[in-house]
């Protein structure tokens, strides 16, 4: 079956502590791993695609990786800015019209 | 900008009763979503929809159906609302060419009473 697995579900840190979110996928033909954040009462907002391992995206202060099991978000010196639940999600193998299968979230909160 | 509207951002129904929730979009889209989030559950899909008039069902249609009548337009349409049909409702459109971009809106927190 497929799945997309996120941890930690939650994560503090302090301005300038950076750290990483995990997401784990188990499905057949990945054909793309995305990340959006998502802010309280807003819709989430496409951040990155990645599509094979060994492959980094960059924007500001997170870094996106992907290898073939897994996917980490890192924030190097994060912001009270950059709290937001942050979900990933992958394409399935075979549809083309965009059905994305998600994970729980992490949320982040960064204290100044 | 792409937008993404929602009919409203706070709805709250009895149960039985039947509930609509529209979404429109405004950047010619051939794709439409309609997902719900509930916390430690993450976004699941209800149903989508590739064309005018077209549509697939997502992992969680039971007790819910759609209407895509014009292409900027998309509606979700509880039956017979239940409570376990409390949640956060969330419409996305993508482009067919860029189907992991997808643009999403506000949200409807439906509460189901």
């Known amino acids: 079956e497929d799945q997309v697995t996120q941890s930690p579900e939650a994560l503090r840190l302090q301005e300038g502590e950076s750290s990483s979110l995990n997401c784990s996928y188990t499905v057949s033909g990945l054909r793309g791993l995305f990340w959006y954040r998502q802010d309280p009462g807003k819709g989430p907002e496409f951040l990155f695609t990645?599509?094979?391992a060994g492959e980094e995206k960059e924007k500001e202060r997170l870094k996106a990786t992907l290898t073939k099991k897994e996917s980490f978000l890192h924030i190097t010196a994060p912001k009270p800015e950059d709290s937001a639940t942050y979900l990933c999600?992958?394409?399935?193998?075979?549809?083309?019209?965009?059905?994305?299968?998600f994970g729980q979230g992490t949320t982040l909160q960064v204290k100044p | 900008d792409v937008k993404v509207t929602q009919s409203s951002r706070y709805l709250v129904k009895r149960t039985g009763e039947k509930v609509f929730l529209e979404c429109v979009q405004d950047?010619?889209?051939?794709?439409m979503f309609w997902y719900r989030q509930d916390p430690g559950l993450g976004l699941r899909l209800i149903y989508f929809?590739?064309?005018?008039?077209?549509?697939e069902k997502g992992d969680i249609p039971e007790g819910y159906s759609v209407s895509r009548e014009k292409k900027e337009r998309f509606s979700l349409i509880l039956e017979s609302a239940s409570t376990n049909q409390t949640s956060m409702y969330l419409c996305?459109?993508?482009?067919?060419?860029?189907?992991?971009?997808?643009?999403f809106g506000p949200g409807t927190r439906l509460t189901v009473t």
């Open positions: 929809s590739y064309d005018v008039k077209m549509k």
């Open positions: 990645l599509y094979s």
């Open positions: 996305a459109s993508t482009d067919r060419g860029k189907f992991y971009e997808q643009y």
């Open positions: 950047m010619d889209h051939e794709n």
């Open positions: 999600a992958v394409k399935r193998g075979s549809s083309n019209t965009g059905k994305l299968i």
